[in-house]
């Protein structure tokens, strides 16, 4: 059973929605934040990002970042830029970007299913990021961004929500980055509610530390609250979820400082032991079990060539996992990918041409281009309790923070 709660959205008014609409905090650094909010007083960055408005040298994780997040939130209310629904609704959210159409149910859901692992993950999170997100909403008493999550679909569910999508949208806007958003308000939320406690099984797609940092932030408030009902708003956490056949996963890609040591030579002797590797034209991977790999101006197709003795599990069979076992560890020495600087990670959507640019400039060595993960090894991971390696799924289009948030 799934549990889905209607909530009382604070929400842009309609002639501000695309002005607030901004992509999620953790997609961009600093410096891309700042350059993209500095014209724009009313971009949702100021409450996400908020270090954007302090002096540059300014530690992302002091406390004057989320009281600056605090005060541009409360700013924005004041000013009559955000508002909140009077009564608890649910939201349909369709992303368009191309031929590419997904839409979701936003609405909270329940800590305890993510606690009690009903709400599935596939991915560890990383201390730092979690305290960050967790002290952002104990200061801002806000959940200010959508959790991804997937479900298997429905046609009930699904027929639903094309009834809702006949009529007139809330929001309606095409971002800077060439996608449609579309939102409609549901004051009537019994049927859905009803036929999500028929969902066996929610998944996340994206946002593991926000999921992990509601639950902490749970925690403490209802320690503090020697009052706790269980019903608090805190004990939900807000979310899209969308039908997992309507995703699309495009690959992480990696770049690497330096070769370990190694020179070009040497770093190829070495990777020639386990792939068949042939200089290409071709800049992305055609098939699963290769990458493509630029190095010293030129691109290297590397098919994996172990004939495993017996079939792998699903996480072994992962292209990251191949890379990471046979070149990232044992070649370049890079033991621990969530924690070594020597990796970095690089979203699909930034194309071939970006890995390019960060290998020819000096900011790295070799640059790796994956084949995607898939919508069914998410699935399969998560269901037999796995932990995918970080950066495995990279999932276009996002949604925008400052769309729909979650008031505590």
Avoid at 120 to 143: F, S, V, Y
Avoid at 238 to 261: H, M, S
Wanted: charged share 25%.
């Amino acid at each position: 059973m799934s549990i889905i709660k209607p909530f009382r959205a604070l929400r842009p008014k309609v002639e501000f929605s695309q002005e607030v609409a901004s992509q999620p905090y953790d997609v961009m650094n600093v410096e891309e934040a700042r350059n993209i909010a500095q014209n724009n007083a009313h971009s949702f960055l100021h409450i996400s990002r908020a270090e954007i408005d302090l002096p540059e040298n300014t530690d992302v994780y002091s406390s004057e970042v989320y009281q600056t997040a605090k005060k541009n939130l409360e700013k924005l209310q004041s000013e009559g830029i955000l508002i909140q629904d009077e009564k608890p609704m649910l939201y349909v959210y369709r992303l368009q970007m191309g031929e590419q159409v997904q839409t979701s149910i936003v609405a909270t859901c329940s800590i305890d299913e993510y606690d009690n692992n009903l709400i599935k993950k596939h991915e560890k999170t990383r201390p730092d990021k979690e305290n960050d997100r967790t002290m952002h909403i104990l200061t801002t008493q806000a959940q200010t961004g959508l959790i991804f999550l997937c479900y298997k679909g429905s046609d009930d569910i699904n027929n639903l929500i094309t009834d809702i999508c006949k009529e007139k949208p809330m929001y309606n806007f095409m971002s800077i980055d060439d996608v449609k958003h579309t939102i409609w308000q549901i004051s009537e939320t019994n049927e859905l509610v009803q036929e999500f406690k028929k969902v066996e099984a929610i998944y996340i797609a994206d946002g593991h530390h926000r999921a992990a940092s509601a639950s902490r932030a749970r925690a403490e408030f209802r320690e503090n609250n020697a009052n706790h009902t269980g019903n608090e708003d805190y004990n939900f956490v807000i979310a899209a979820l969308f039908p997992a056949e309507q995703l699309k996963i495009l690959a992480y890609n990696r770049i690497v400082k330096d070769l370990n040591g190694k020179t070009d030579s040497e770093f190829f002797e070495s990777l020639t032991e386990n792939f068949v590797v042939t200089e290409t034209e071709v800049k992305i991977p055609l098939n699963r079990g290769e990458f493509c790999l630029y190095l010293s101006g030129k691109w290297f197709n590397a098919r994996f060539a172990v004939n495993f003795l017996r079939t792998p599990n699903v996480i072994d069979s992962l292209d990251v996992s191949i890379l990471e076992n046979y070149v990232l560890n044992p070649i370049l020495g890079i033991k621990d990918v969530r924690t070594d600087k020597r990796i970095e990670f690089v979203g699909g959507i930034r194309g071939t041409n970006e890995l390019e640019k960060l290998v020819n400039s000096g900011k790295a060595k070799v640059a790796f281009s994956m084949f995607p993960t898939t919508i069914d090894d998410l699935l399969q991971v998560s269901d037999e309790n796995q932990v995918m390696p970080p950066k495995s799924t990279w999932f276009e289009p996002k949604l925008r923070d400052g769309l729909l948030t979650h008031k505590i």
